[in-house]
């Protein structure tokens, strides 16, 4: 049963993001890594290899080229 949607939101090229890379730690295979300025992680997960990095590609390029761009992710809090 969905419980809570939270939907939050930062600039990739903001103070509130500091850089992505690929997660090597991660349960599921094809994970990246957004790090965020506050020390949290948000974690995507990607369907195969190409798609990760396909999503790491784009994210260098928006930093890269100075891109001011909104991200914003919604958290579904599920409850049993």
Same mark, same amino acid.
């Given at each position: *049963? /969905? $419980? &809570?949607? /939270? @939907? !939050?939101?930062?600039?990739? $090229?903001?103070?509130?993001?500091s850089g992505c890379r690929k997660c090597s730690n991660s #349960?599921?295979? =094809?994970?990246?890594?957004?790090? /965020?300025? $506050? %020390? @949290?992680?948000?974690?995507? %997960?990607?369907? $195969?290899? +190409?798609?990760? &990095?396909?999503?790491? &590609?784009?994210?260098? +390029? !928006? *930093? %890269? /080229?100075? !891109? *001011?761009?909104? =991200?914003?992710?919604?958290?579904? #809090?599920?409850?049993?």
């Amino acid at each position: *049963i /969905l $419980n &809570q949607v /939270l @939907n !939050v939101s930062f600039f990739l $090229n903001g103070e509130d993001f500091s850089g992505c890379r690929k997660c090597s730690n991660s #349960l599921k295979p =094809f994970t990246i890594e957004l790090i /965020l300025s $506050n %020390s @949290n992680i948000l974690y995507l %997960s990607a369907k $195969n290899e +190409k798609e990760a &990095q396909d999503w790491l &590609q784009c994210f260098c +390029k !928006v *930093i %890269s /080229l100075g !891109v *001011i761009m909104k =991200f914003i992710y919604i958290i579904l #809090l599920m409850r049993k």
